[in-house]
């Protein structure tokens, strides 16, 4: 199934490290690089430790919802074959060591860069974000792919609630223009992917309900949309009601929808 809209032609997702400047080798599976994000005017620094695979049991609750949004065509790949759409989950067991952003967990797993074309994830295409310091444009990532370049976005709302279990993040050109302003939004004038962002991220949850509405715009992010909750499932049936209730969604469709994960995922 696909929402049958007509897919912006720009390049500002998911890229994932573009290897402008790979400039310092750490160690020999420590790469610090150049993280070129929107437009590929805006870097962050990635830190990534090439390891093994994630492990499948702490991706096991995430790839149905992640593959469900990719059949919805909330998570996917522009024509010009930048990905868009993530989807993170807290892993509360995983203490970042260095940040002092925060006082409890808040490592996270992530769908990896340049995944938005497949229909379905396997554990080698997740990514382990273990530190974060959006100040700085900075993160660590451990796997086999690195973080989706939108991971600092993502650390940034668990950083704001210990609650917050999970996060979705979508393009759909047609929801976004429908709830832009309606919801909590950020100011089209602050360019994605800069700390200025993160901190105006972080005003949306002092000044607005957002912990309550669960799910916000980014005017100066073209087609993109956030939801949350303590749950996968919350944040997914957040999408998903915002989806019917603007129409971008027929009522007996998101009612399939939100079936899932199991159902939609069976049938691919
Ligand atoms: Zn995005």
Not at 75 to 87: D, K, Q, R
Not at 127 to 143: E, H, I, K, M, Y
Request: some cysteine; glycine content about 6%; charged content about 20%.
């Amino acid at each position: 199934m696909s929402n049958g809209l007509p897919m912006s032609d720009k390049s500002c997702v998911d890229e994932g490290c573009m290897d402008e400047q790979l400039d310092k080798h750490l160690d020999e599976h420590l790469i610090l690089d150049e993280h070129l994000i929107d437009e590929g005017y805006i870097k962050y620094r990635c830190e990534w430790l090439e390891e093994d695979a994630i492990a499948a049991e702490s991706v096991a609750q995430i790839t149905p919802y992640r593959d469900a949004l990719h059949h919805l065509n909330f998570i996917g790949e522009y024509p010009n074959g930048i990905g868009f759409g993530n989807i993170s989950q807290r892993l509360t067991h995983i203490p970042v060591q260095s940040s002092s952003f925060s006082a409890y967990p808040l490592g996270f797993i992530i769908t990896g860069t340049q995944t938005g074309h497949l229909p379905t994830l396997k554990p080698a295409d997740y990514a382990l974000v273990s530190d974060f310091d959006p100040a700085q444009n900075r993160l660590t990532c451990q796997g086999l792919r690195k973080a989706s370049s939108e991971s600092l976005t993502h650390g940034v709302i668990y950083a704001t609630h210990p609650a917050i279990g999970a996060i979705i993040h979508v393009h759909h050109p047609q929801l976004w223009q429908q709830i832009l302003y309606r919801v909590p939004t950020t100011e089209a004038s602050i360019p994605y992917g800069t700390p200025e962002m993160a901190a105006e991220t972080q005003r949306l949850f002092r000044d607005r309900s957002l912990l309550q509405s669960k799910i916000f715009a980014m005017a100066g992010h073209e087609d993109g949309v956030f939801t949350f909750g303590d749950s996968l499932q919350t944040a997914y049936r957040i999408l998903i009601n915002w989806a019917r209730m603007t129409g971008i969604m027929t009522e007996p469709a998101s009612s399939v929808a939100l079936q899932l994960p199991y159902q939609l995922a069976s049938c691919q």
